[in-house]
C-alpha cells in the first residue's frame, strides 16, 4: 500500500531552492540539458511529460517558445447558452422544461463546464505556453463564479483572454473593461454618473495595473517606502471616467431593464455605451492625461488605458506578477527590470530570438524575456534560499496527469481536489485571487504566494491525490458529464522498467525532477520499489513498482517547489 511509506517522504516543510546564475552569455551558447528541458516545462507549461521534454531538447528554449507563440489551439465550448438571460419569466429557469433537473445550475449558471474544458485542454491540447500565462492572467484579472452566474458569459469572457494572452496587455484590459461579466462582478455595468461605483476603478488601479506604491523600473520602492501612486479623489475620477457602460442587446426581465436607459443583464458581447449614464465633464487622469469635458463612454476608455499603459509603474507591476507565476516567487530586482524594459518597448531580442511588435504592453515580447533570461534558464544551484517557487495545485495535479500519460474530464478537480487543496478554478474566493502575490514563507524574509494556501491540510491533500491516482485508480466518468472521460493514469509506458528499481526510479526522477534524486534520498526509494515485489504485491508487481516510484518522487519536496 502506498499509504504504508509516507513515512519515507522528506519532511513537509517546503524550502525554496535558490539557483547559481550563470553569465547570459554561457546561457545562450549552452547546450539544453534534461535539467533545463524540465525546468522550462515546469514554467512554460501544465507540467512535464517525455515526449513533450524530448521536443524542448530537440528545439531548444528558443525553438520551443517560438512555436508555441504561433499556437492557440484550446476552446471553451461545454455549458449552456444565453437563454438564461433571454426571455425571462417569473418562472426560475431551471424550474422550466426541457432545463429542470438536478443539473441545471451547473450546466446553464455554475463555472463548471468551463473547468471541464479547462482541464481538458491543460493535459492535452498543445498551446501549452498559451494556456498558462492565460491562467497567469485569470489570476491577476480576476472574475470569479462565486459572484457572477452565466456559463455562457464565462466561457466567453476566459476564451477572450486565452486568446489575449500572448497578445498585448492593452487589449487584456479593454477585453476586462468592455466584459459584462467583469462589469457585473465589480459593478461597473450600469454605472450611473450620479451615484459612481468605485468598485472597478479601484481594482482596476490596484490590482489590474499600477498597484498601490510607485515603483522604480526593477520594480523596488521608490525611495525605499511606499509612495501611494493615487488617492481617493483619483479613484473616484476614474470611477467617473468609466461610467455609462451597459450591457449588450439581447437580455430580458419579468418586470423590465433598470434603470432608464440600460439594459437587461446579458453576457453575449461586450458591454455598449449608455450615453445617458456617462459622465460628460472633464476629469484629471494619471499622468497629466485629461478626459475632457463632452467625451463619449469609449473616447474616456481610450483615456483611461492611455494613462495606464503610460504609467511607469505598468511594466514592472505586472512584469514582477509574471515572473512569480510562470518562474520565480522571488525575483531580482535585475531579473524585473529586464523584464520591465520588454514589457515597456514590446521587444525581445537574442542572438536566437526576435519576439515582438514594438507596442508597449507586448505580452510575447514579456514572456519570452521572461522564458529566456538566464535567471530563468541557469541550471546551477546553490544553497542559498532566494529562488524557485511553490508549485500550485493546479501545477501538481496536471503535471502529474500529464507525466503519467493521464486522461481527465476535470469533474473530480472541482469540488473534491480542487476544494480540498482550495484553488477551484473559476471560483477564487475575492477579486484578490486565491492568495496574494506579497505573501510571506514563515520563518523568512521571502515571498511565497502559492503558501497562502498551503497548510497541513493542503499538504496532505496533495499526498491524497497521488493515493486517489495511484492506489484507488482514478474516477470512473460520470454519466451526467458530457463525454465524460473519468480520470486517470496509464503507467503501461513505464512497465518494462520494473525489473530494475533503479532504472525505473531513475527514469521517473529525470523526467520529473531533471535529474536522479539526491542520494541520501534515491536509495530509500529504491528500496521502497523494490519492496513491491511478486511476493509482496502479487502478480501485479510490476504496476505497484511504478505506482510507487511516482508516488515517492511526485510527493517529494523536490517536486513540490518548482525550481
Not at 511565497?448 to 499538504?459: Q, R, V, W
Not at 505506482?547 to 523536490?558: F, H, K, N, R, T
Request: glycine share 8%; hydrophobic share 40%; proline share 7%.
Amino acid at each position: 500500500m502506498l499509504n504504508h511509506w509516507r513515512a519515507m517522504l522528506p519532511g513537509l516543510t517546503l524550502a525554496l531552492v535558490a539557483q547559481a546564475l550563470p553569465e547570459p552569455a554561457q546561457a545562450q551558447t549552452q547546450r539544453m540539458s534534461r535539467a533545463d528541458a524540465v525546468r522550462l516545462a515546469d514554467q512554460a507549461s501544465f507540467g512535464a511529460s517525455e515526449a513533450l521534454l524530448a521536443q524542448i531538447q530537440s528545439q531548444g528554449a528558443s525553438g520551443w517558445l517560438q512555436g508555441q507563440l504561433a499556437l492557440n489551439t484550446s476552446r471553451y465550448t461545454r455549458g449552456g447558452g444565453p437563454e438564461v438571460h433571454q426571455n425571462v419569466q417569473a418562472t426560475f429557469f431551471c424550474d422550466l422544461p426541457p432545463h429542470a433537473g438536478p443539473n441545471c445550475w451547473r450546466d446553464w449558471f455554475s463555472t463548471q463546464p468551463l473547468l471541464w474544458d479547462f482541464y481538458r485542454n491543460a493535459i492535452t491540447q498543445p498551446d501549452q505556453l498559451r494556456q498558462r500565462v492565460a491562467f497567469a492572467l485569470q489570476q491577476m484579472v480576476v472574475v470569479s463564479g462565486l459572484e457572477v452566474s452565466g456559463t455562457y458569459g464565462m466561457r466567453r469572457h476566459f476564451q477572450g483572454l486565452h486568446d489575449l494572452a500572448l497578445g498585448n496587455y492593452r487589449q487584456v484590459l479593454r477585453h476586462t473593461s468592455l466584459s459584462p461579466v467583469m462589469g457585473d462582478f465589480l459593478n461597473n455595468a450600469n454605472n450611473d454618473k450620479n451615484a459612481p461605483n468605485e468598485n472597478y476603478a479601484r481594482e482596476l488601479l490596484q490590482l489590474f495595473s499600477i498597484g498601490t506604491c510607485m515603483l522604480n523600473p526593477d520594480g523596488t520602492l521608490q525611495g525605499g517606502s511606499c509612495v501611494p501612486t493615487y488617492d481617493n479623489a483619483m479613484v473616484r475620477s476614474y470611477a467617473q471616467a468609466l461610467t455609462g457602460w451597459t450591457y449588450p442587446a439581447g437580455g430580458s426581465a419579468t418586470w423590465g431593464c433598470w434603470p432608464v436607459g440600460t439594459r437587461c443583464t446579458f453576457y453575449g458581447g461586450d458591454m455598449v455605451p449608455a450615453p445617458t449614464l456617462h459622465d460628460t465633464e472633464q476629469r484629471q487622469l494619471l499622468g497629466g492625461v485629461v478626459k475632457p469635458a463632452g467625451s463619449t463612454a469609449p473616447q474616456a476608455l481610450e483615456l483611461v488605458l492611455d494613462s495606464l499603459m503610460q504609467h511607469p509603474n505598468m511594466a514592472p507591476f505586472i512584469s514582477r506578477q509574471l515572473i512569480q507565476f510562470l518562474v520565480t516567487s522571488n525575483p531580482t530586482p535585475a531579473y524585473v527590470q529586464r523584464v520591465s524594459e520588454a514589457f515597456r518597448t514590446g521587444r525581445y531580442a537574442t542572438r536566437a530570438a526576435q519576439v515582438g511588435t514594438g507596442a508597449p504592453g507586448d505580452l510575447s515580447a514579456t514572456v519570452a524575456a521572461i522564458l529566456l533570461d538566464y535567471e530563468a534558464r541557469a541550471v546551477q544551484r546553490t544553497p542559498l534560499a532566494t529562488a524557485g517557487r511553490l508549485r500550485d495545485p493546479v501545477l501538481f495535479m496536471t503535471g502529474v496527469l500529464r507525466g503519467l500519460n493521464g486522461f481527465s474530464d476535470g469533474e473530480a478537480m472541482s469540488w473534491w481536489w480542487g476544494e480540498a487543496m482550495r484553488q477551484h478554478v473559476f471560483r477564487s474566493p475575492s477579486v484578490f485571487n486565491f492568495y496574494p502575490p506579497d505573501y510571506p514563507v514563515a520563518g523568512s524574509e521571502l515571498q511565497g504566494p502559492a503558501f497562502g494556501i498551503h497548510n497541513a491540510n493542503t499538504a496532505l491533500a496533495r499526498l491524497n491525490f497521488l493515493v486517489y491516482l495511484l492506489d484507488w485508480g482514478g474516477s470512473a466518468p460520470d454519466a451526467s458529464i458530457p463525454g465524460a472521460l473519468g480520470t486517470r493514469v496509464r503507467l503501461d509506458a513505464f512497465l518494462p522498467d520494473a525489473p530494475d528499481p533503479a532504472k525505473l526510479v531513475d527514469r521517473i526522477s529525470r523526467m520529473v525532477l531533471g535529474d536522479v534524486l539526491p542520494v541520501a534520498v534515491r536509495q530509500p526509494v529504491i528500496e521502497a520499489v523494490t519492496a513491491e515485489s511478486q511476493q509482496n504485491s502479487g502478480s501485479n508487481w510490476p504496476t505497484r513498482r511504478v505506482a510507487m516510484a511516482a508516488y515517492l518522487i511526485y510527493g517529494s519536496p523536490q517536486y513540490q517547489v518548482q525550481r
